[in-house]
């Protein structure tokens, strides 16, 4: 994408749904009228709606549903998140590129997003399912200067942010089952995977991936899935912009991300608790050596999670599945 039409879509978002005059364009963007005149065309192309008013200008009406970079970057208001946006229509995994990027050094905050994914994966070697247009499916990169240990804290950290997004967003009240789960009335809206390019004392990159069905409905969900997923636009009986999500996520992802570095987990665990379902209840936890059945009675500090057992033992839970 040019730097000429990142700039214009900059202005529009500035003007707030107001005309900005071609001349004011051509003016910010050091560019002649006509060159003004070919981007807005060209955007008509891609499907915003743009009303052109004589001796007024121009103004967006609407911006047209996609994940694209201009759909993201319309009306985002962060500093660093998402402002290098990696987009593809189609990809096998956001978080498989996002590695890559990371590896070769990109900013921190670059977002990889896709309009569908044809291998997307869940923890271990589980898939993700990924259909065109009815998702959010993206990878975040940061670069905290942190050890290892702190990492899955940042699972935590994107389920609270994701956690709000649809509360400010869409009006639903969402909850989290430790550790990567958001559910909406039991069933799962979104699944987070946080990975890791580390030494052994240092993180170079944490990388986010999140996966949020939006407009799927019932019945595109495979056998499956049927009875443990579930969608935005299921749950709140009407289509929802996917960008307007995107964009609040990385938004409350930068603030977190920032009251993480400041303050600790403290603030952040207190938040999470506050949307978690799992605690203090009966759960079965399945780890890889084994089933742990109790009470959950919280979250340590470093996010890991407390089970009480029936003879009163306490075991900390790094990983696993929860039943409730
Ligand atoms: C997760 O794993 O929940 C993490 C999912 C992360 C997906 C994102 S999308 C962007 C980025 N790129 C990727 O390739 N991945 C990330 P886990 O807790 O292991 O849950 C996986 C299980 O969730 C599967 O075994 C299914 O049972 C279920 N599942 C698969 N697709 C689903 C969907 N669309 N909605 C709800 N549940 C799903």
């Not at 804290?153 to 994701?162: K, N, S």
């Not at 009006?171 to 039991?186: S, T, V």
């Not at 470093?302 to 003879?311: A, F, H, P, R, Y």
Request: proline letters at 4%; charged letters at 25%; aromatic letters at 8%.
């Amino acid at each position: 994408e040019s730097p000429i039409r990142k700039k214009m879509l900059q202005a529009f978002s500035e003007s707030d749904g107001e005309f900005v005059s071609g001349q004011a364009l051509a003016d910010f963007l050091g560019c002649t009228r006509t060159a003004v005149w070919k981007h807005i065309e060209e955007l008509r192309r891609e499907g915003f709606e743009l009303e052109a008013v004589r001796r007024k200008g121009y103004r967006i009406l609407h911006a047209p549903d996609k994940v694209t970079e201009n759909e993201i970057r319309y009306g985002l208001n962060t500093k660093n998140l998402g402002q290098t946006i990696y987009y593809q229509e189609s990809i096998d995994s956001t978080q498989k590129k996002a590695h890559q990027l990371a590896y070769d050094n990109c900013p921190e905050g670059t977002l990889v997003i896709a309009e569908e994914q044809t291998s997307g994966r869940g923890r271990m070697t589980r898939s993700w399912h990924s259909p065109k247009y009815s998702g959010i499916w993206m990878s975040i990169i940061l670069r905290p200067n942190l050890p290892p240990q702190q990492a899955p804290q940042f699972t935590l950290l994107a389920a609270v942010a994701v956690v709000q997004a649809l509360e400010e967003v869409c009006g639903l009240n969402p909850e989290i089952k430790w550790p990567n789960d958001i559910l909406i009335n039991g069933k799962k809206v979104t699944g987070i995977l946080t990975e890791l390019q580390a030494e052994s004392d240092k993180i170079n990159s944490i990388i986010i991936g999140i996966g949020m069905n939006v407009n799927s409905k019932q019945e595109d969900f495979p056998e499956e899935l049927q009875k443990i997923a579930t969608s935005v636009a299921i749950e709140k009986g009407k289509i929802v912009s996917r960008s307007s999500i995107i964009q609040k996520i990385l938004e409350k992802l930068e603030l977190y991300y920032h009251l993480y570095m400041e303050k600790g987990f403290g603030p952040i665990k207190l938040l999470w608790e506050g949307y978690a379902i799992s605690i203090g209840r009966e759960i079965i936890a399945r780890t890889i050596t084994g089933t742990i059945e109790g009470k959950a009675i919280g979250i340590t500090n470093d996010g890991v999670l407390k089970i009480e057992d029936s003879s009163g033992r306490i075991h900390e839970i790094y990983s696993a599945d929860i039943e409730i």
